[in-house]
């Protein structure tokens, strides 16, 4: 089964873009790379999927590599509403598996 | 507004009690799902539901139950079977089940165990 590699915390300053590194070098083709986030005590919130080719919503911009064994996600603008735990995860039809995630710490 | 109910938000019931927690959902999703999470610890599947009357054990399904008997609910029962009870317990549904849907989460139950 696939799994997803995080850093365990990162910090971002307010304003600037807060880059969210994943590994998920045993991915398999039929893969898809999700984002979710979670603040303290509510249920996870979509950001964004994808499968081989760069996503951008209203929320975030998702970076897969050619190799799709990495990917990044891109909150462009931080705000203090960004804190959260960010969990990358991938999700086949029949199989789905959330890790620990980053810890993403806006300071203002 | 369409999303996923959970209640209670804290449930505290004694040890070797059954207990069911609630799950319902407006946004006529196919698919919906139940979750653990442990303090500090990602969610781990418990059971899922492709379509109403259908559902499937996840990846900790022991000491827990389940049923479908409507599509807009997903009632999961944690038995006296299950040995840690105690976690936070989310709900999600998709419009149907597959790898190209994103689950949307209801805001969970608290279980404590007393």
């Known amino acids: 089964d696939a799994k997803t590699t995080q850093p365990p915390s990162m910090d971002c300053a307010e304003g600037r873009a807060a880059n969210l590194p994943c590994n998920h070098s045993t991915i398999s083709g039929n893969e898809y790379v999700y984002w979710y986030r979670q603040i303290h005590s509510q249920g996870p919130q979509y950001i964004i999927h994808g499968l081989k080719n760069n996503e951008t919503n209203e929320m975030a911009s998702l970076i897969i590599t050619e190799d799709r064994k990495s990917s990044t996600l891109i909150l462009p603008h931080a705000t203090l509403r960004d804190t959260a735990v960010y969990y990358c995860i991938v999700h086949r039809d029949d199989k789905i598996i959330f890790g620990k995630g980053t810890r993403l710490h806006i300071l203002p | 507004d369409g999303g996923i109910t959970q209640s209670p938000k804290y449930l505290f019931r004694k040890e070797g009690q059954n207990v069911t927690l609630s799950c319902e959902q407006n946004l006529n999703h196919d698919a919906m799902y139940w979750y653990r999470q442990d303090p500090g610890q990602g969610l781990r599947l418990i059971y899922y539901?492709?379509?109403?009357?259908?559902?499937q054990k996840g990846d900790i399904a022991e000491g827990y139950s389940v049923s479908r008997e409507k599509k807009e609910s997903f009632p999961l029962t944690v038995t006296s079977a299950q040995k840690n009870p105690t976690a936070f317990y989310l709900c999600?549904?998709?419009?149907?089940?597959?790898?190209?849907?994103?689950?949307?989460f209801g805001d969970g139950t608290r279980l404590s165990i007393l």
């Open positions: 539901s492709q379509i109403v009357n259908d559902f």
């Open positions: 999600a549904s998709s419009i149907y089940w597959g790898a190209n849907q994103p689950q949307h």
